[in-house]
Protein backbone atom coordinates (compact mmCIF):
# COMPACT_ATOMS: atom_id res chain seq x y z
CA UNK A 1 0.00 0.00 0.00
CA UNK A 2 1.13 3.69 -0.84
CA UNK A 3 2.45 5.43 2.24
CA UNK A 4 0.80 8.76 3.10
CA UNK A 5 -1.10 8.25 0.18
CA UNK A 6 -4.45 11.05 0.92
CA UNK A 7 -8.27 9.88 0.87
CA UNK A 8 -11.20 11.92 -0.62
CA UNK A 9 -13.86 11.59 2.46
CA UNK A 10 -16.37 9.53 0.34
CA UNK A 11 -13.24 7.21 0.17
CA UNK A 12 -12.82 6.90 3.74
CA UNK A 13 -17.05 6.68 3.99
CA UNK A 14 -16.55 3.51 1.81
CA UNK A 15 -12.91 2.03 3.80
CA UNK A 16 -14.97 2.31 6.51
CA UNK A 17 -17.88 0.86 5.41
CA UNK A 18 -19.65 4.57 6.73
CA UNK A 19 -18.05 3.88 10.20
CA UNK A 20 -19.19 0.72 10.74
CA UNK A 21 -17.06 -0.78 13.40
CA UNK A 22 -15.56 1.47 16.23
CA UNK A 23 -12.02 0.49 17.19
CA UNK A 24 -11.62 3.23 20.29
CA UNK A 25 -11.59 6.32 20.82
CA UNK A 26 -8.65 8.74 20.19
CA UNK A 27 -8.18 12.57 21.58
CA UNK A 28 -10.49 14.29 19.45
CA UNK A 29 -11.72 11.65 17.18
CA UNK A 30 -13.14 7.77 16.96
CA UNK A 31 -10.58 5.04 15.23
CA UNK A 32 -12.82 3.12 12.76
CA UNK A 33 -12.14 -0.28 11.27
CA UNK A 34 -11.48 -0.33 7.66
CA UNK A 35 -10.36 -2.07 4.39
CA UNK A 36 -8.06 -0.75 1.62
CA UNK A 37 -8.61 -2.52 -2.04
CA UNK A 38 -10.72 -4.91 -0.46
CA UNK A 39 -7.90 -6.82 1.72
CA UNK A 40 -5.78 -4.73 3.70
CA UNK A 41 -7.18 -4.03 7.18
CA UNK A 42 -6.52 -0.60 8.64
CA UNK A 43 -7.51 1.83 11.22
CA UNK A 44 -8.89 4.66 10.14
CA UNK A 45 -8.83 7.81 12.84
CA UNK A 46 -11.19 10.35 11.39
CA UNK A 47 -11.06 13.77 12.90
CA UNK A 48 -14.46 15.17 14.24
CA UNK A 49 -14.16 18.23 11.75
CA UNK A 50 -14.30 15.96 8.76
CA UNK A 51 -18.16 14.80 9.41
CA UNK A 52 -19.58 17.75 10.81
CA UNK A 53 -22.06 19.19 7.63
CA UNK A 54 -24.23 21.70 8.73
CA UNK A 55 -25.66 25.10 7.24
CA UNK A 56 -25.12 26.76 11.23
CA UNK A 57 -21.97 25.53 11.14
CA UNK A 58 -18.84 26.71 9.96
CA UNK A 59 -17.38 24.32 7.16
CA UNK A 60 -13.83 22.97 6.42
CA UNK A 61 -13.15 23.91 3.47
CA UNK A 62 -9.77 22.07 3.53
CA UNK A 63 -6.15 21.33 5.09
CA UNK A 64 -2.13 21.12 4.32
CA UNK A 65 0.07 19.07 6.28
CA UNK A 66 3.62 18.93 5.40
CA UNK A 67 5.84 17.72 7.68
CA UNK A 68 5.29 20.07 10.97
CA UNK A 69 3.34 21.92 9.57
CA UNK A 70 -0.96 21.53 9.67
CA UNK A 71 -3.07 23.87 9.01
CA UNK A 72 -7.19 23.75 8.71
CA UNK A 73 -9.12 25.95 5.89
CA UNK A 74 -12.25 27.39 6.63
CA UNK A 75 -14.98 29.40 4.91
CA UNK A 76 -14.42 33.14 5.28
CA UNK A 77 -17.08 34.57 7.15
CA UNK A 78 -17.06 38.32 5.93
CA UNK A 79 -19.29 39.88 9.11
CA UNK A 80 -17.10 38.06 12.22
CA UNK A 81 -18.71 37.18 15.37
CA UNK A 82 -21.92 38.31 17.29
CA UNK A 83 -19.89 39.93 20.77
CA UNK A 84 -18.70 42.72 17.89
CA UNK A 85 -21.67 43.62 16.65
CA UNK A 86 -23.73 43.72 19.72
CA UNK A 87 -20.79 45.54 21.09
CA UNK A 88 -20.76 48.13 18.39
CA UNK A 89 -17.34 47.80 17.57
CA UNK A 90 -18.22 47.07 13.92
CA UNK A 91 -19.80 49.85 13.28
CA UNK A 92 -23.01 49.96 11.83
CA UNK A 93 -26.39 50.18 13.26
CA UNK A 94 -27.23 48.01 16.75
CA UNK A 95 -28.65 45.01 15.37
CA UNK A 96 -32.31 44.72 16.33
CA UNK A 97 -34.89 42.21 18.21
CA UNK A 98 -35.93 40.17 14.95
CA UNK A 99 -32.22 39.98 13.79
CA UNK A 100 -30.46 39.04 17.70
CA UNK A 101 -33.77 36.21 17.45
CA UNK A 102 -32.43 34.72 13.87
CA UNK A 103 -28.83 34.52 14.73
CA UNK A 104 -29.97 32.52 17.92
CA UNK A 105 -31.95 30.02 16.09
CA UNK A 106 -29.40 29.41 14.03
CA UNK A 107 -26.55 29.04 16.38
CA UNK A 108 -29.04 26.54 17.95
CA UNK A 109 -29.86 24.56 14.48
CA UNK A 110 -26.24 24.08 14.37
CA UNK A 111 -26.14 22.71 18.26
CA UNK A 112 -28.93 20.63 17.90
CA UNK A 113 -27.25 18.85 14.91
CA UNK A 114 -23.88 18.64 16.86
CA UNK A 115 -26.13 16.93 19.29
CA UNK A 116 -28.75 14.70 17.36
CA UNK A 117 -27.36 14.71 13.91
CA UNK A 118 -23.57 13.64 14.38
CA UNK A 119 -23.10 9.87 14.96
CA UNK A 120 -22.32 9.81 17.41
CA UNK A 121 -23.28 12.68 19.32
CA UNK A 122 -20.85 15.36 19.79
CA UNK A 123 -21.21 18.16 22.65
CA UNK A 124 -18.91 21.92 21.44
CA UNK A 125 -18.22 22.93 25.11
CA UNK A 126 -17.75 26.65 24.35
CA UNK A 127 -20.73 27.96 22.92
CA UNK A 128 -20.15 31.94 23.49
CA UNK A 129 -21.11 34.79 21.69
CA UNK A 130 -17.59 35.08 19.82
CA UNK A 131 -17.82 31.94 18.46
CA UNK A 132 -20.84 32.59 16.49
CA UNK A 133 -19.66 34.01 13.34
CA UNK A 134 -22.05 35.73 10.68
CA UNK A 135 -21.40 35.92 6.78
CA UNK A 136 -21.87 38.67 4.36
CA UNK A 137 -25.67 37.81 4.75
CA UNK A 138 -25.60 37.59 8.45
CA UNK A 139 -26.44 34.19 8.48
CA UNK A 140 -25.03 32.68 12.00
CA UNK A 141 -22.79 29.89 12.05
CA UNK A 142 -20.85 27.96 14.96
CA UNK A 143 -17.58 27.89 14.94
CA UNK A 144 -14.35 26.42 16.74
CA UNK A 145 -14.73 22.83 17.23
CA UNK A 146 -11.39 22.85 19.12
CA UNK A 147 -12.79 21.42 22.13
CA UNK A 148 -15.82 19.57 20.80
CA UNK A 149 -16.02 15.87 22.18
CA UNK A 150 -18.08 13.11 20.48
CA UNK A 151 -19.93 10.42 22.64
CA UNK A 152 -18.84 6.39 21.52
CA UNK A 153 -22.24 5.38 22.77
CA UNK A 154 -25.98 7.77 22.10
CA UNK A 155 -26.62 9.46 25.26
CA UNK A 156 -23.74 8.03 27.21
CA UNK A 157 -22.31 10.69 29.14
CA UNK A 158 -18.39 11.55 29.79
CA UNK A 159 -16.33 11.63 32.62
CA UNK A 160 -13.35 14.25 31.25
CA UNK A 161 -9.99 14.85 33.51
CA UNK A 162 -10.16 18.81 32.37
CA UNK A 163 -12.89 20.95 32.43
CA UNK A 164 -12.94 22.81 29.35
CA UNK A 165 -14.51 25.84 28.33
CA UNK A 166 -14.37 29.32 29.15
CA UNK A 167 -15.31 31.45 32.53
CA UNK A 168 -19.07 32.45 32.70
CA UNK A 169 -20.57 30.49 30.20
CA UNK A 170 -19.33 27.08 32.27
CA UNK A 171 -21.80 24.63 32.87
CA UNK A 172 -21.82 24.71 37.06
CA UNK A 173 -22.91 20.87 37.04
CA UNK A 174 -20.00 20.05 34.79
CA UNK A 175 -17.68 22.16 36.63
CA UNK A 176 -18.32 20.67 39.82
CA UNK A 177 -18.68 16.70 38.97
CA UNK A 178 -15.95 17.06 35.32
CA UNK A 179 -19.57 14.99 33.82
CA UNK A 180 -19.96 16.59 30.92
CA UNK A 181 -23.22 15.97 28.15
CA UNK A 182 -25.16 17.60 25.53
CA UNK A 183 -27.05 20.34 28.54
CA UNK A 184 -23.74 21.76 29.20
CA UNK A 185 -23.56 23.42 25.78
CA UNK A 186 -27.31 24.06 27.06
CA UNK A 187 -26.03 26.19 29.77
CA UNK A 188 -23.32 28.14 27.58
CA UNK A 189 -26.64 28.99 25.12
CA UNK A 190 -28.46 30.34 28.22
CA UNK A 191 -25.49 32.79 28.71
CA UNK A 192 -25.54 33.55 25.18
CA UNK A 193 -29.22 34.31 25.18
CA UNK A 194 -29.25 36.71 28.34
CA UNK A 195 -26.33 38.39 26.29
CA UNK A 196 -28.78 39.07 23.56
CA UNK A 197 -31.14 40.14 25.46
CA UNK A 198 -29.51 42.45 28.15
CA UNK A 199 -26.15 43.39 25.25
CA UNK A 200 -24.04 42.80 29.37
CA UNK A 201 -20.59 41.50 29.38
CA UNK A 202 -21.15 37.84 30.59
CA UNK A 203 -18.83 39.05 33.81
CA UNK A 204 -18.72 42.33 35.59
CA UNK A 205 -17.38 42.87 38.75
CA UNK A 206 -19.45 46.25 39.31
CA UNK A 207 -22.86 44.88 39.11
CA UNK A 208 -24.43 44.23 41.83
CA UNK A 209 -24.03 40.50 40.87
CA UNK A 210 -21.15 40.59 38.86
CA UNK A 211 -22.40 37.12 36.92
CA UNK A 212 -24.73 37.73 34.12
CA UNK A 213 -27.55 34.93 35.26
CA UNK A 214 -27.53 36.23 39.01
CA UNK A 215 -27.96 39.90 37.61
CA UNK A 216 -30.55 39.14 35.75
CA UNK A 217 -32.39 36.71 38.32
CA UNK A 218 -32.29 39.57 40.70
CA UNK A 219 -33.57 42.07 38.38
CA UNK A 220 -36.80 39.75 37.66
CA UNK A 221 -37.19 39.68 41.06
CA UNK A 222 -37.96 43.36 40.84
CA UNK A 223 -40.08 42.36 38.09
CA UNK A 224 -39.46 44.43 35.70
CA UNK A 225 -37.78 43.57 31.55
CA UNK A 226 -36.86 47.11 30.90
CA UNK A 227 -34.06 47.27 33.57
CA UNK A 228 -32.26 43.97 31.61
CA UNK A 229 -33.47 44.69 28.34
CA UNK A 230 -30.71 46.49 25.85
CA UNK A 231 -31.11 50.05 26.10
CA UNK A 232 -29.89 50.46 22.61
CA UNK A 233 -33.35 48.65 21.46
CA UNK A 234 -35.47 51.59 22.86
CA UNK A 235 -38.45 49.61 23.33
CA UNK A 236 -38.40 48.61 19.63
CA UNK A 237 -39.29 45.09 20.41
CA UNK A 238 -42.57 43.04 21.45
CA UNK A 239 -42.14 42.33 25.28
CA UNK A 240 -44.07 38.77 24.90
CA UNK A 241 -41.13 37.53 23.04
CA UNK A 242 -38.43 38.81 25.08
CA UNK A 243 -40.21 37.63 28.28
CA UNK A 244 -40.12 33.81 26.41
CA UNK A 245 -36.66 34.74 25.47
CA UNK A 246 -35.46 35.61 28.86
CA UNK A 247 -37.98 32.38 30.12
CA UNK A 248 -36.04 30.41 27.80
CA UNK A 249 -32.53 31.14 28.56
CA UNK A 250 -33.05 30.82 32.98
CA UNK A 251 -34.73 27.38 32.10
CA UNK A 252 -31.75 26.37 30.19
CA UNK A 253 -29.36 27.90 33.34
CA UNK A 254 -31.15 25.78 35.92
CA UNK A 255 -28.81 23.98 38.17
CA UNK A 256 -29.62 20.73 37.68
CA UNK A 257 -28.78 20.19 34.29
CA UNK A 258 -31.56 17.23 33.96
CA UNK A 259 -33.82 20.20 34.25
CA UNK A 260 -32.65 21.89 31.61
CA UNK A 261 -34.67 22.35 27.65
CA UNK A 262 -32.63 19.67 24.88
CA UNK A 263 -31.21 21.77 22.36
CA UNK A 264 -34.81 20.50 20.00
CA UNK A 265 -36.70 22.11 22.43
CA UNK A 266 -34.82 25.44 22.72
CA UNK A 267 -34.95 26.01 18.93
CA UNK A 268 -38.28 25.51 18.96
CA UNK A 269 -39.12 28.24 21.86
CA UNK A 270 -36.72 30.47 19.98
CA UNK A 271 -38.70 30.24 16.54
CA UNK A 272 -41.80 31.05 18.89
CA UNK A 273 -40.26 33.78 19.99
CA UNK A 274 -39.50 35.26 16.82
CA UNK A 275 -43.49 34.48 15.77
CA UNK A 276 -44.25 36.79 18.61
CA UNK A 277 -41.49 39.21 17.33
CA UNK A 278 -42.90 39.03 13.77
CA UNK A 279 -46.80 39.45 14.11
CA UNK A 280 -46.69 42.75 15.83
CA UNK A 281 -45.42 45.05 12.94
CA UNK A 282 -43.34 47.58 13.98
CA UNK A 283 -44.79 48.71 17.29
CA UNK A 284 -43.63 48.24 20.73
CA UNK A 285 -46.68 46.55 23.27
CA UNK A 286 -47.20 47.26 26.08
CA UNK A 287 -46.22 44.99 28.74
CA UNK A 288 -48.41 43.06 30.93
CA UNK A 289 -47.07 43.76 34.53
CA UNK A 290 -49.03 41.44 36.05
CA UNK A 291 -47.87 38.41 33.66
CA UNK A 292 -44.04 39.92 34.25
CA UNK A 293 -44.77 39.01 38.04
CA UNK A 294 -45.64 35.81 37.98
CA UNK A 295 -43.17 34.83 35.39
CA UNK A 296 -40.38 35.88 37.66
CA UNK A 297 -41.86 34.48 40.85
CA UNK A 298 -41.12 31.26 38.97
CA UNK A 299 -37.60 32.06 38.06
CA UNK A 300 -36.63 32.90 41.54
CA UNK A 301 -36.37 29.23 42.36
CA UNK A 302 -34.76 27.95 39.92
CA UNK A 303 -31.55 30.68 39.75
CA UNK A 304 -30.46 29.70 43.49
CA UNK A 305 -29.19 26.20 44.02
CA UNK A 306 -31.39 24.25 46.34
CA UNK A 307 -30.34 21.71 48.67
CA UNK A 308 -29.90 18.64 47.04
Not at 48 to 60: D, Q, T, Y
Not at 280 to 306: A, C, K, L, Y
Request: with cysteine.
Amino acid sequence: MTKNKRFTYSEVVTMTNNFERVLGKGGFGMVYHGTVSGTEQVAVKVELLLRVHHKNLVGLVGYCDEGENLALIYEYMANGDLREHMSGKRGGSILNWETRLKIVVESAQGLEYLHNGCKPPMVHRDVKTTNILLNEHFQAKLADFGLSRSFPIEGETHVSTVVAGTPGYLDPEYYRTNWLNEKSDVYSFGIVLLEIITNQPVINQSREKPHIAEWVGLMLTKGDIKNIMDPNLYGDYDSGSVWRAVELAMSCLNPSSARRPTMSQVVIEINECLAYENSRGGTSHNMNSQSSIEVSMNFDIGITPGPR
